[in-house]
């Protein structure tokens, strides 16, 4: 197969993942406020992204994936958070853990769960959020390990069937990729937040759970080593995800009030208009919110072509070419924070105050995007560009920048 075949045959599975994900994210939307409102496990959800093929697209065709890089699956979850926010987030964090063994595993490892995403189709659940609790200590026995400690949050925790999971061992930090279903693994079921509430992001509790050597990730030794600039751009990934669904759930949450005002919107009395539709201040605010979240669209697609670029370098990755990547991330991350923010907070501006009914839960945006979004304060993402842009100092490795 020659290059351009190859890179056409690509492009075909990403529009056709595209076009599927839009169909999910259609249904998704229908019933989202009543998924809202009631709050359940995920289940459901997850299966009709496995059904739809879109938890395997990361990996290679040969073994049943769509052969996608991390910049386009991660715009599917812009796609799916056009319907449904919660589920964009899970999906998002998927994607992201998904690429934890390339970067952190040896090839072997990676190769093998590689293989078994593209073949069950897994779906990959979250126990890395450093903060709250008492963290997680992996501590040896024998030929393997035993983990004890809680985390806070854990997203799709519960409902996963893989989980890729940070701990201590010897005071630094290794990643972990183990089946869900481990003895010694409590889901607490704690989570009932305003907003992101069928992420499953409660807390979770391992007590003396056996993790075996060839479950954490790397190399011997395991501890002692630095990760390089490749292997740091983890956290990248994830702040992809939330670009992507901050600006996905904007996207659609405006589009949702576009509808509504066609449909169900009436003038004001002193307009002296027939159609609301034809009022200049709700095409004026229409017009501002679409500029930008147009704009901050466009800051994300590049924000991923700088992730994928730093990717694509691979281990000869340089501190610097790590840095411009992270950058263009914190810009987005700011930007579609900001909009994303403002666009939810003024749709009932457009539609008026029918739409305010319960019933359609067009709040839910405003929350879901709010309850995140103070998952890591944006400001910080500001400094960092800000130090970056006049002192040229690297924003510092963390599980969040």
Known sequence: M???????????????????????????????????????????????????????VGEPVAYGGSGLNYAQSQQLTRRIARGDTSIAHLLGYHYAQQRIPHLFGTPEQADALSRRNAHFKTFWGGVQNPRGASGLELTREGSGFRLSGRRTFASGASVADQLSITAALDGDLVFLSIPARREGFTPLGDWDNIGQRLTDSGGVVFDDARIERDEILGDDPLTGRVPNAYQTLVTPHWQLAFVNFYIGTAEGALEEALDWTRLHASPWETSGLDAATDDPYILELIGQLQSEVRAAALLADRAGDALQHALDIGPALTADQRAEAAVAIAEAKYVTTKVSLDVASRLFEIQGARATTTEHGFDRHWRNLWTHTVHDPVAYKAREVGDWTLNRRAPQFTLYS
């Open 2 to 56: 020659t290059i351009t075949e190859s890179t056409a045959d690509t492009a075909t599975q990403f529009e056709d993942a595209l076009r599927r994900a839009d169909i999910v994210a259609a249904e998704l939307r229908a019933t989202a406020a009543e998924r809202d409102r009631a709050n359940k496990a995920p289940i459901a959800e997850i299966e009709l992204l496995r059904e739809a093929d879109l938890l395997q």
